[in-house]
């Protein structure tokens, strides 16, 4: 068995319980608005864009209908920007009523009908980020009660207008809040993101005893620097982040952009093949309305799915960084299977990049490999045996590898088992 391996296995059983509400036992998958549509509040000249309920309505239809939905991304999550700017008589938060006259309920019911669950924003703070109402100390539990009466499936709670005592206090106040309602909510802190540091100053046994996921670091952007740069962080941090993953406990390097204008074909292959890697929820924030077929292809890639959502949750790490540009990275997988991705920032040309699995401290045997993107099993490799593979500026080449006698175990994904039924193959 690999060291790593086995050191990962550790960490995994001596890690602490996650938040006890059930949920998120894989990463959550779905879509989230934030990145894609912001603070757009101007129905009257956007109305197609504009945070209101038929955006949030167009795009349920979407997941349900063009294929998402099955594939497991199943949340439409609203951000900010959704808010009355003043609470009701009883101190509640409320809904602008000209963006949302069906209000909350409604459009959860209208979600729930199509299989989905619905996520909504609150901000821990005298304001949201946006400048919509805050949820103050005191509004804790009012807040959780009515999110529990509207039938809400997951919170994302952010962090802007409130102070490092001030979140100590609330992040777990409202994960209380929200198991006394008796509805099981999805909880999403915002709170890592605000505390920084480096090496972060954040107690990440506690955040997996109170939240599902949580944001660690920078709001994602529309461009490949944005991405970059959430990587580096993960990678720089990932002694620190690994261990604190597992089902129902997630770091969330924020939302998928593949779809939108910043990436390319290859830097949205890279996204979605680190993003699985790493064990990260996949909110998509694009127009699924008008969503190309690339991004799409890349976005329902099924094994890039599959790895993500492996049961054991454990989330992968970079192994190597070479001095010419490509980076290893590695996630172990059930069925004693585990995925690579080989990274490249190089930027002049396709790298043919030569190693072996051996050199990256698989165990003695005989491997049978499944190329994600190319969609297609590879020969079968011995550990010794040394390939090339041709990874092209800031693209990926990314593996799902298993010991050849453990294909046959019925547990394995139907989606490999299919492919690998290919005479080609076998
Ligand atoms: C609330 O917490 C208890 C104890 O941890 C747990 O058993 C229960 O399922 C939780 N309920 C909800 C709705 O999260
Ligand atoms: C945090 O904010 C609260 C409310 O404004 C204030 O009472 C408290 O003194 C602040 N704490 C610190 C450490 O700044
Ligand atoms: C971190 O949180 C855990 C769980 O609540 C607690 O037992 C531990 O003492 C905390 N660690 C530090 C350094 O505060
Ligand atoms: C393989 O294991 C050796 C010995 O523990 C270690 O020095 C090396 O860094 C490992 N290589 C990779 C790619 O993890």
Same mark, same amino acid.
């Given at each position: ?44 000249? !956007?109305?197609?864009?504009? =945070?209101?309920?038929v955006?949030?309505? /167009? ?6 209908? !063009?294929?998402? @939905?099955?594939l ?7 951000? /900010? ?5 003043e609470?009701d ?8 009523p ?7 309920s ?14 909504i ?8 980020? &946006?400048?919509?109402p ?7 539990? =009012? ?9 809400v ?19 777990p106040? *409202? ?14 802190? +915002?709170?890592?993101?605000y ?5 972060? #100053?954040?107690n990440?046994?506690l ?10 670091? !920078?709001?994602?952007?529309?461009s490949?620097?944005?991405?970059? &740069? =959430? ?12 261990p604190?993953?597992?089902? &129902? %406990?997630?770091?969330d390097?924020?939302?998928l ?6 990436? +390319? *074909? /290859?830097?949205?292959? +890279? ?7 790493m064990?990260?929820?996949?909110? *998509? ?7 190309? +077929?690339?991004?799409?292809?890349i ?6 799915i599959?790895?993500?959502? /492996? ?5 992968? @790490?970079?192994?190597?960084?070479? $001095? ?6 590695? %996630? ?12 490249? %920032? ?21 491997? #049978? ?24 500026p $800031?693209?990926?080449v ?14 394995m ?14």
């Amino acid at each position: 068995m690999l060291q790593v391996l086995v050191g990962l296995w550790l960490v995994f059983f001596t890690a602490t319980q996650a938040l006890d509400n059930g949920l998120m036992r894989t990463p959550p998958m779905g879509w989230l608005a934030w990145e894609r549509f912001r603070c757009d509040i101007d129905c009257e000249d !956007d109305p197609q864009n504009c =945070i209101s309920e038929v955006l949030f309505r /167009d795009m349920a239809d979407r997941l349900a209908e !063009d294929g998402w @939905r099955e594939l497991g991304y199943v949340y439409i999550n609203i951000d /900010d920007c959704w808010a009355s700017k003043e609470r009701d008589e009883q101190g509640r938060l409320q809904p602008d009523p000209k963006r949302f006259p069906g209000g909350i309920s409604k459009l959860a019911r209208y979600v729930h009908d199509r299989g989905l669950k619905l996520g909504i924003y609150g901000d821990l703070g005298t304001y949201t980020c &946006g400048g919509y109402p805050g949820t103050t100390l005191d509004k804790i539990e =009012i807040d959780a009660q009515t999110f529990a009466e509207w039938e809400v499936d997951m919170l994302k709670l952010d962090g802007c207008y409130s102070n490092a005592s001030e979140q100590e206090q609330g992040y777990p106040l *409202m994960s209380k809040a929200l198991n006394a309602t008796g509805r099981p909510i999805g909880y999403s802190c +915002s709170w890592p993101a605000y505390q920084g540091g480096l090496p972060p #100053k954040v107690n990440y046994t506690l955040l997996g005893e109170i939240c599902n996921l949580w944001r660690n670091y !920078d709001d994602i952007e529309d461009s490949w620097a944005s991405v970059l &740069g =959430i990587v580096d962080w993960f990678t720089k941090n990932q002694d620190i982040l690994q261990p604190a993953a597992g089902p &129902g %406990r997630w770091n969330d390097p924020d939302m998928l952009v593949i779809g939108n204008f910043g990436l +390319s *074909m /290859d830097q949205s292959r +890279s996204q979605m093949a680190l993003w699985a890697i790493m064990a990260a929820p996949l909110f *998509m924030s694009n127009d699924l309305r008008t969503l190309n +077929s690339g991004a799409r292809a890349i976005l329902q890639n099924k094994a890039a799915i599959s790895i993500n959502q /492996d049961v054991l949750g454990i989330q992968g @790490r970079r192994l190597l960084k070479e $001095s010419n540009g490509i980076e290893v990275f590695w %996630r172990p997988l059930s069925n004693k299977a585990s995925a690579l991705v080989f990274f490249s %920032r190089r930027t002049d040309m396709p790298y043919r990049y030569q190693t072996s699995l051996q050199a990256l401290n698989y165990t003695a045997g005989t491997y #049978k490999v499944y190329d994600v993107f190319m969609e297609k099993p590879m020969p079968m490799l011995k550990d010794s045996t040394p390939f090339v593979v041709s990874i092209n500026p $800031s693209g990926v080449v990314m593996w799902y590898v298993a010991p050849s006698a453990e294909w046959k175990n019925e547990a394995m994904s139907s989606h490999f088992n299919e492919k690998l039924k290919s005479p080609k193959f076998l």
